[in-house]
């Protein structure tokens, strides 16, 4: 299972280093939203400095539709979905491949809106060790959930509708515990951040596993 | 079938007339259970309507509002049984040994009526919150819950609308179901502790009306929580044989036209 995880893996990985989609389209798209983040509430950086821990979340919720949809729309063309199911590979082993690389690709992004945050809207950076905690873990739990969801959707007709509307909603704690733990380390107490970290891993590991379980099936169905 | 069968129409058309004969039965006995259910849903619920506005007394804290609450919770309740229904069938679903597209018409069924409640549980309560909080909605950790699940299963039902073999779309929504009933209590408990960690509910705590309802108050929310349990499962029951319906019309129909269709090309 690892050893087709990280094929799996490096292969997504390998895909957009050559096509550097996500360099050029996700990332600025995440730009854009924390500049229209700014637009939406003025330039005043005592309004902007509060809520940036929530913006840069709910950035990263929007830009991880894309990397799901991105990760599914690289197996839909030349029946690569068929050549995945054929080769053999451990469907657990897929899902936590294409969930890793969506990690992947999702933590450098977070690198840099956590530099947008600081530079647009003032945020103090401290707390360095919840701060990346609490991304790994959050990452993980929205990997997990949009890989799953991800499968269930491609393939359909609705697809690109769908997928939002079954995202946001499940995704809704990883929002409201990652904006409290980031709130907690900008605001340089980071130990009150811990709590919410766990809400954090308990969500992430729960659709880890239900993802290893459920993927195998849902790949099947074509 | 409009024309009656002719002679010459073939085997396959008598089989075709027994297996409706037969559905068509199954149909009439359907509807004669189920309409004693109604009636006796219907009499609950318009008991509750004449107890609640007319016997019961206004409370000595909220007045007249508190006759809302014979119907509130129960339309809550309604709802997360609804939806514990609908994930333990999709849960029946995904288990090998008791796989039936039975389990996903009824996870489907139930949560087509929870998503009603869910809808008409938030409409009655921000009616309530309305005069007794001051604001339509507060985020209160079990509305937020309940918003969320509105929408979880709104995400829900639009899955399972999507066309596909019907084991395809009965996986799809299973699984669909799970992720969405697993979301639940994270939701509950996190949107709790945001709010404790932030402030208390402002301007009235939301009473646990259950400590002061007695007489006829307490009967009257009793017949309400029976009465909509009623209501619940004659929907649902409709909404299984619908759907049941509509997959033997979809199965069906094709044949069932090509046979009228050369009925009466054999008539005329």
Sequence with gaps: ?222 | MRAPPALGAGSDLATLTRRLAHLAGARRAGDMALRLLGVAALTGVVATVWLGLFVTPPDEFMGNLVRLLYVHPPMAWVAFLAYGVSALSSLAYLWPRTRSLSFDRLAGASAEVGVVFTALTLVSGSIWGRPTWGAWWVWDPLLTTTALLFVLYLGYLAIRKVPGTPEARARRSAVAALVAFLDVPIVYFSVEWWRSLHQPPTVLNPTTHKTYVHGSMAWTLLLGFVSFTLVYLWLMAHRYRLAKLNELEESEGLEVALAERRAEAVAG
């Design chain 1, 1 to 222: 299972m690892w050893h087709d995880a990280t094929l799996v893996a490096a292969k997504d990985l390998r895909i957009e280093v050559r096509s550097r989609v996500a360099v050029n389209q996700v990332a600025p798209f995440a730009i854009a939203v924390l500049l229209l983040f700014g637009f939406a509430l003025g330039p005043d950086r005592r309004t902007l400095e509060p809520a940036s821990a929530g913006l840069f979340w709910v950035a990263v919720l929007l830009s991880t539709i894309l990397a799901i949809q991105r990760s599914y729309s690289v197996e839909a063309s030349d029946g690569a979905r068929d050549g995945l199911r054929l080769s053999g590979l451990d469907p657990a082993g897929i899902f936590l491949g294409k969930a890793a690389a969506v990690v992947a690709e999702l933590l450098a992004l977070e690198v840099l809106l956590t530099a947008g945050i600081a530079l647009l809207y003032g945020a103090h950076l401290s707390g360095w060790g919840v701060l990346v905690l609490t991304c790994v873990s959050a990452t993980v739990g929205l990997a997990a959930v949009g890989t799953l969801y991800g499968v269930v959707a491609s393939g359909l007709k609705t697809r690109e509708t769908l997928l939002p509307l079954l995202f946001l909603p499940v995704v809704a704690p990883v929002l409201l515990a990652a904006t409290k733990a980031f709130d907690a380390a900008l605001a340089g107490t980071p130990s009150r951040g811990l709590g919410w970290l766990e809400v954090l891993v308990v969500f992430a590991v729960l659709y880890v596993a239900l993802g290893i379980v459920a993927f195998g099936p849902l790949l099947e169905d074509g």
